[in-house]
């Protein structure tokens, strides 16, 4: 049995198979404006995830389209905060014609977090940390056996 989330997404992106979850997809367009920093141009992350926590009551991957940062590093793809059940991910940086794959890849990476899984050393496991696109692309949507084990122990 696999683990299951809810994505919440903006309209414009239509429901995609994450392949390691039980993927319930909503749609809603999230105003932005209220975790924008203007100087940066970029949504903190954090403070993104801690706003959209509220009421959350199982898993929940929120798909922002903005470009996200956490204090100390110039951007991240994601942020999840496990003990708030509530990551996001932002897409800003996913464009191209991998847009979908990339997404699938980083759902799933941070609903690993969710679950408690942490970052791995294999850079094709979905749970690789990834630095740039070139991370990204490079590892697969799936789990690695190591992953894969702590998940069905955490479950």
């Excluded at 929940?60 to 470009?67: A, G, R």
């Excluded at 191209?96 to 941070?110: A, N, Y």
């Excluded at 690789?128 to 789990?143: A, E, G, H, Q, V």
Aim: charged residues 25%; positive net charge.
């Amino acid at each position: 049995m696999r683990p299951r989330i809810t994505v919440v997404a903006p309209s414009r992106i239509k429901p995609l198979e994450i392949p390691e979850f039980t993927a319930i997809w909503q749609f809603k367009d999230i105003d932005i404006s209220h975790f924008l920093d203007l100087w940066r141009g970029q949504c903190r992350a954090d403070k993104v995830v801690e706003a959209l926590s509220n009421g959350v009551k199982s898993p929940t991957v929120y798909v922002l389209d903005c470009d996200g940062y956490y204090p100390g590093l110039n951007f991240v793809f994601g942020l999840a905060v496990p003990v708030l059940k509530t990551a996001v991910v932002f897409t800003a940086r996913l464009v191209g014609p991998r847009f979908e794959e990339r997404l699938v890849k980083e759902i799933t990476h941070e609903a690993g977090h969710l679950y408690g899984l942490a970052h791995c050393a294999n850079p094709s496991c979905v749970m690789y940390f990834s630095n740039s696109l070139l991370d990204t692309d490079r590892k697969s949507p799936y789990f690695c056996p190591k992953c894969r084990e702590k998940l069905a122990r955490i479950l």
